[in-house]
């Protein structure tokens, strides 16, 4: 892949005229890119070491709408700024949009110059530096899923949603020639990436009418959750391109299956082994991974809202439609929340399918990672594996069924709380009441095509 840049290959693309353009941008709460253009010229002479954004960055909705009751800012305070500061290993092109490059950058207070505590990507970086404290390197990747659209976000703006067209009609899960007609924004996809220097393995169907999924190679943890978000910024991209839209909601439709993003995790030693393995042990899973998968399980229900962040994510959790209801551990089974996979083999790993398409894939991985650590810190006891059909598990760990009810449960966390600290916990618990708040306070089109008349 030749899509990594540095400062020196940067300046030799501008002097060529092949990039004028640098995106330097940060994930926000939600996960999305925001930024600036900058002029590759200013880029190289100063841009390089920082910009400027407004702090309301970090405490606002889908909407842009200034959130109250964020301690980060507000309008007494006079939403101020932080420094933006490009990480410069995350330089690469943008082969989708013509001259361009991209640089991620971290937001830091613009006063001390330390990391923001509630900044996304500053709260994967603590967790994965704490597993390196214990001398482990956390690895993961995510399996992203969306729906593909033949209307353009405009026609969608101008027209409504009540008119989507998926861009195939019936299920393609692996389905080679549903997917060949989808390959002009699918091969761009791939290739875009790949030249971005983002490793993609493959692309496939998935299992709904106009479902796909996009597959990265797994990695390091933090680099995984950069990978998630170039991916999704080139996937809407290049389809606004194509004139299609896509959409990584959980669930768009009650109708038809949900978009996840499966996660999936595991420790190496610093010399590159993978510490999940121990020969002749049951599946080849030594203690340390037992010890982990029982954090995770153990704070399964405290860490939803980072897997399921807004009130249509708890939509996908139905029974049959290969979302999860139970957050326990099965071999290989697709109705648990959390399954082993790679049995007896050094790819052996705990795939988390809680989390859906709309996670933010930096506390996603914070907040499963926190829990994994705080199992082996506290040496905990695996539970039994549970076989069979999770959905009739009765008596099994409920995965929350609200985001009201997710948000309690991670305000109540203590294990969050010491992990993560008390002003992160406290500010995405008020993210998630302000996403409750709003849909309470909104008249749907069900409620309007259910009572208008009858009521």
Same mark, same amino acid.
């Given at each position: 892949?030749?899509?990594?840049?540095?400062?020196?290959?940067?300046?030799?693309?501008?002097?060529?005229?092949?990039?004028?353009?640098?995106?330097?941008?940060? @994930?926000?709460?939600?996960?999305?890119?925001?930024?600036?253009?900058? *002029?590759?010229?200013?880029?190289?002479?100063?841009?390089?070491?920082?910009? *400027?954004?407004?702090?309301?960055?970090?405490?606002?909705?889908?909407?842009?709408?200034?959130?109250?009751?964020?301690?980060?800012?507000?309008?007494?305070?006079?939403?101020? +700024?932080?420094?933006?500061?490009?990480?410069?290993?995350?330089?690469?092109?943008?082969?989708?949009?013509?001259?361009?490059?991209?640089?991620?950058?971290?937001?830091?207070?613009?006063?001390?110059?330390?990391?923001?505590?509630?900044?996304?990507?500053?709260?994967?970086?603590?967790?994965?530096?704490?597993?390196?404290?214990?001398?482990?390197?956390?690895?993961? %990747?995510?399996?992203?899923?969306?729906?593909?659209?033949?209307?353009?976000?405009?026609?969608?703006?101008?027209?409504?949603?009540?008119?989507?067209?998926?861009?195939?009609?019936?299920? =393609?899960?692996?389905?080679?020639?549903?997917?060949?007609?989808? =390959?002009?924004?699918?091969?761009?996809?791939?290739?875009?990436?790949?030249?971005?220097?983002? @490793?993609? =393995?493959?692309?496939?169907?998935?299992?709904?009418?106009?479902?796909?999924?996009?597959?990265?190679?797994? &990695?390091?943890?933090?680099?995984?959750?950069?990978?998630?978000?170039?991916?999704?910024?080139?996937?809407?991209?290049?389809?606004? %391109?194509?004139?299609? &839209?896509?959409?990584?909601?959980?669930?768009?439709?009650?109708?038809?299956?949900?978009?996840?993003?499966?996660? *999936?995790?595991?420790?190496?030693?610093?010399?590159?082994?993978? %510490?999940?393995?121990?020969?002749?042990?049951?599946?080849?899973?030594?203690?340390?991974?037992?010890?982990?998968?029982?954090?995770?399980?153990?704070?399964?229900?405290?860490?939803?809202?980072?897997?399921?962040?807004?009130?249509? &994510?708890?939509?996908?959790?139905?029974?049959?439609?290969?979302?999860?209801?139970?957050?326990?551990?099965?071999?290989?089974?697709?109705?648990?929340?959390?399954?082993?996979?790679?049995?007896?083999?050094?790819?052996?790993?705990?795939?988390?399918?809680?989390?859906?398409?709309?996670?933010?894939?930096?506390?996603?991985?914070?907040?499963?990672?926190?829990?994994?650590?705080?199992?082996?810190?506290?040496?905990? $006891?695996?539970?039994? =594996?549970?076989?069979?059909?999770?959905?009739?598990?009765? +008596?099994?760990?409920?995965? @929350?069924?609200?985001?009201?009810?997710?948000?309690?449960?991670?305000?109540? &966390?203590?294990?969050?709380?010491?992990?993560?600290?008390?002003?992160?916990?406290? *500010?995405?618990?008020?993210?998630?009441?302000? $996403?409750?708040?709003?849909?309470?306070?909104?008249?749907?089109?069900?409620?309007?095509?259910?009572?208008?008349?009858?009521?």
């Amino acid at each position: 892949m030749s899509g990594l840049l540095n400062l020196e290959t940067l300046r030799a693309a501008f002097e060529a005229g092949e990039i004028d353009t640098v995106l330097v941008a940060a @994930p926000d709460m939600q996960g999305r890119l925001m930024g600036k253009r900058f *002029h590759a010229a200013h880029f190289l002479d100063s841009g390089w070491k920082e910009t *400027h954004c407004c702090n309301y960055l970090l405490a606002t909705d889908m909407e842009m709408i200034t959130v109250p009751g964020y301690k980060s800012t507000s309008w007494e305070a006079g939403y101020g +700024d932080y420094t933006m500061v490009p990480d410069l290993s995350t330089l690469r092109r943008v082969p989708w949009l013509p001259g361009t490059a991209l640089v991620l950058c971290d937001l830091q207070d613009h006063h001390t110059h330390a990391d923001v505590p509630i900044s996304p990507r500053a709260i994967l970086k603590r967790q994965v530096a704490r597993a390196r404290a214990l001398g482990y390197a956390p690895m993961a %990747a995510t399996e992203l899923e969306f729906f593909v659209f033949d209307n353009s976000y405009e026609d969608l703006r101008d027209r409504g949603v009540n008119d989507l067209r998926a861009i195939s009609g019936y299920n =393609e899960d692996y389905h080679i020639f549903q997917t060949t007609k989808e =390959e002009p924004l699918m091969r761009a996809l791939r290739n875009g990436l790949y030249g971005a220097g983002v @490793p993609v =393995e493959n692309s496939k169907g998935e299992a709904e009418a106009g479902q796909e999924e996009i597959n990265i190679r797994y &990695s390091d943890m933090l680099e995984t959750a950069d990978f998630h978000v170039i991916t999704k910024q080139a996937t809407k991209e290049i389809a606004h %391109a194509l004139g299609k &839209s896509v959409t990584f909601m959980a669930k768009y439709d009650h109708a038809r299956a949900g978009s996840s993003s499966h996660v *999936h995790q595991s420790l190496w030693t610093a010399d590159g082994k993978a %510490a999940f393995l121990e020969e002749g042990a049951e599946y080849g899973m030594s203690p340390l991974m037992r010890q982990f998968m029982a954090g995770q399980l153990a704070h399964a229900r405290e860490i939803t809202a980072f897997l399921a962040p807004y009130v249509n &994510s708890y939509k996908r959790f139905c029974v049959g439609m290969f979302a999860p209801t139970k957050a326990v551990w099965s071999l290989d089974n697709r109705t648990a929340g959390f399954r082993v996979c790679g049995e007896g083999t050094k790819a052996l790993r705990v795939e988390c399918r809680i989390g859906g398409a709309d996670l933010n894939p930096y506390l996603a991985c914070a907040a499963l990672l926190a829990a994994g650590l705080a199992g082996i810190e506290q040496g905990m $006891e695996l539970e039994p =594996e549970m076989r069979g059909d999770m959905y009739g598990a009765a +008596d099994a760990r409920e995965i @929350p069924k609200t985001l009201r009810e997710a948000a309690d449960l991670l305000e109540g &966390s203590a294990m969050l709380r010491a992990a993560l600290g008390d002003d992160v916990v406290d *500010h995405y618990t008020r993210a998630a009441r302000w $996403e409750v708040e709003e849909h309470d306070r909104v008249v749907t089109d069900w409620e309007r095509m259910r009572g208008l008349e009858r009521a």
